[in-house]
Nanobody, 126 residues
Framework: QLQLVESGGGLVQPGGSLRLSCAASGFTLDYYAIGWFRQAPGKEREGVSCISSSDGSTYYADSVKGRFTISRDNAKNTVYLQMNSLKPEDTAVYYC???????????????????WGQGTQVTVSS
């Protein structure tokens, strides 16, 4: 069974940090571009960051650039999203997704992704 499982969400104060994990089972993440998306109540799902399969290039939404870092550990079949300097507006359910796209380009279109995790809640509040 092909599956992505996110973990690491929680409640954090503004300015704090969290590290989200996206672990794959049933397939190897090496061959997939991985994206992190988030969805706040009443809003559309938006792309946060993605990492290519071809050369490991990373891409970030302007709203998180300089604060979030995406990385992958192929030996653990896991992708991470390190989130620093968190703001209340970062509050959302965060999803990871896998795409077979191998062009090494930013993938912000959710239709390009074949597999999705169930999401993990991140709440930034004092």
């Amino acid at each position: 069974q092909l599956q992505l499982v996110e973990s690491g969400g929680g409640l954090v104060q503004p300015g704090g940090s969290l590290r989200l994990s996206c672990a794959a089972s049933g397939f190897t993440l090496d061959y997939y571009a991985i994206g992190w998306f988030r969805q706040a109540p009443g809003k559309e799902r938006e792309g946060v960051s993605c990492i290519s399969s071809s050369d490991g290039s990373t891409y970030y939404a302007d709203s998180v650039k300089g604060r979030f870092t995406i990385s992958r550990d192929n030996a653990k079949n896991t992708v991470y999203l390190q989130m620093n300097s968190l703001k209340p507006e970062d509050t959302a359910v965060y999803y990871c997704a896998a795409s077979p796209d191998a062009y090494g380009r930013p993938l912000w279109d959710i239709r390009l992704y074949d597999y999705w995790g169930q999401g993990t809640q991140v709440t930034v509040s004092s």
